[in-house]
């Protein structure tokens, strides 16, 4: 059976990330046709009204609608938000069980619809979850997509556009490995137009930037209960990347099959977007010390995968 094309989206979650991310939708007008689930119907209804009342200032026309997860049978995209959210003091990590057992009924409810598209998968622990959703949906690896690091690597351009008074999107450099505290920056590509940045940065700085890269959704968190505005930015770049077959390389959450030694794990690493989901994984020369620091990562979500799944 041939991957679902077109351009409908399924949003199952619609809390704070998955609200923002349909209120992002709409403003870059990216699909034809937006169904919202929500296992709160009022909220998610009302929040439909809210985005309806919004489409005549939207760049395209929009059918926004409140569903079930027999609309899936046909969306090119279903993006999932739901789960567990993590409270002040918690871990991405500590969410593991709860989500596991909130995954498993909704990725079975999407496949027993007829869905064949492409899972975008938002909700914490991400690396963990999108490999749950990698197996529980049984459909080929690069059609599960993890949020990642597309985030984290954000945080990183944007700390280092401050540094350098230079436009974040001039800044190139990635975060990889989990999405939570064992990821870290890959300063040997780090650059502005070409130009290499960590030379240019003590050792000390280099690290303050890392920790604040690392602690920011803790910091967000703590100030107003959750971090959303970003993360949905982020899940719209990759939705874009997919349904307009950009060919794009974003740090997103990929099944890795022997790339950079290791295998069975979903991670943040940058990858290859097209309209199938993930071409593949691009390989980057990490140094020695970049790579001891991914196989801790990759370790990490290792321990918490085998006794969740």
Same mark, same amino acid.
């Given at each position: 059976?041939?991957?679902?094309?077109?351009?409908?989206?399924?949003?199952?979650?619609?809390?704070?990330?998955?609200?923002?991310?349909?209120?992002?939708?709409?403003?870059?007008?990216?699909?034809?046709?937006?169904?919202?689930?929500?296992?709160?119907?009022?909220?998610?209804?009302?929040?439909?009204?809210?985005?309806?009342?919004?489409?005549?200032?939207?760049?395209?026309?929009?059918?926004?609608?409140?569903?079930?997860?027999?609309?899936?049978? !046909? =969306? *090119?995209?279903?993006? /999932?938000? $739901?789960?567990? +959210?993590?409270?002040? #003091?918690?871990?991405?990590?500590?969410?593991?069980?709860?989500?596991?057992?909130?995954?498993?009924?909704?990725?079975?409810?999407?496949?027993?619809?007829?869905?064949?598209?492409?899972?975008?998968?938002?909700?914490?622990?991400?690396?963990?979850?999108?490999?749950?959703?990698?197996?529980?949906?049984?459909?080929?690896?690069?059609?599960?997509?993890?949020?990642?690091?597309?985030?984290?690597?954000?945080?990183?351009?944007?700390?280092?556009?401050?540094?350098?008074?230079?436009?974040?999107?001039?800044?190139?450099?990635?975060?990889?490995?989990?999405?939570?505290?064992?990821?870290?920056?890959?300063?040997?590509?780090?650059?502005?137009?070409?130009?290499?940045?960590?030379?240019?940065?003590?050792?000390?700085?280099?690290?303050?930037?890392?920790?604040?890269?690392? !602690? =920011? *959704?803790?910091?967000? /968190?703590? $100030?107003?209960? +959750?971090?959303?505005? #970003?993360?949905?930015?982020?899940?719209?770049?990759?939705?874009?990347?997919?349904?307009?077959?950009?060919?794009?390389?974003?740090?997103?959450?990929?099944?890795?099959?022997?790339?950079?030694?290791?295998?069975?794990?979903?991670?943040?690493?940058?990858?290859?977007?097209?309209?199938?989901?993930?071409?593949?994984?691009?390989?980057?020369?990490?140094?020695?010390?970049?790579?001891?620091?991914?196989?801790?990562?990759?370790?990490?979500?290792?321990?918490?995968?085998?006794?969740?799944?």
């Amino acid at each position: 059976m041939n991957l679902t094309l077109g351009n409908k989206i399924v949003l199952v979650g619609n809390g704070a990330v998955g609200s923002s991310y349909a209120y992002d939708l709409l403003n870059q007008g990216l699909c034809d046709e937006l169904i919202i689930i929500d296992v709160n119907e009022e909220k998610a209804k009302g929040d439909v009204m809210d985005l309806n009342h919004g489409i005549a200032y939207a760049p395209t026309a929009m059918t926004i609608r409140y569903g079930s997860y027999k609309d899936c049978k !046909d =969306a *090119a995209l279903v993006v /999932i938000c $739901a789960g567990a +959210a993590q409270k002040p #003091g918690e871990t991405r990590l500590d969410l593991v069980n709860k989500n596991v057992k909130i995954f498993k009924s909704i990725v079975e409810s999407i496949m027993d619809s007829g869905f064949n598209g492409i899972f975008l998968v938002a909700a914490n622990p991400v690396d963990i979850l999108s490999y749950a959703t990698w197996k529980f949906s049984g459909l080929p690896k690069e059609r599960v997509i993890g949020s990642g690091t597309i985030l984290d690597s954000a945080r990183f351009r944007y700390l280092l556009g401050k540094e350098f008074d230079t436009a974040a999107v001039s800044v190139h450099g990635y975060i990889i490995g989990e999405h939570g505290d064992s990821q870290f920056p890959v300063w040997s590509f780090a650059n502005i137009a070409g130009t290499p940045v960590a030379e240019r940065l003590t050792e000390e700085r280099k690290e303050e930037i890392a920790v604040q890269v690392r !602690d =920011a *959704a803790y910091e967000i /968190i703590n $100030a107003k209960g +959750a971090t959303y505005y #970003g993360i949905a930015m982020g899940l719209v770049r990759i939705t874009k990347a997919i349904l307009r077959n950009e060919n794009v390389v974003l740090p997103v959450g990929a099944l890795l099959e022997g790339e950079y030694g290791h295998s069975d794990v979903f991670v943040g690493i940058p990858s290859l977007i097209t309209r199938n989901g993930v071409k593949n994984i691009v390989e980057l020369s990490l140094t020695e010390d970049e790579k001891r620091k991914f196989a801790r990562s990759v370790q990490t979500l290792k321990d918490i995968q085998n006794s969740a799944l």
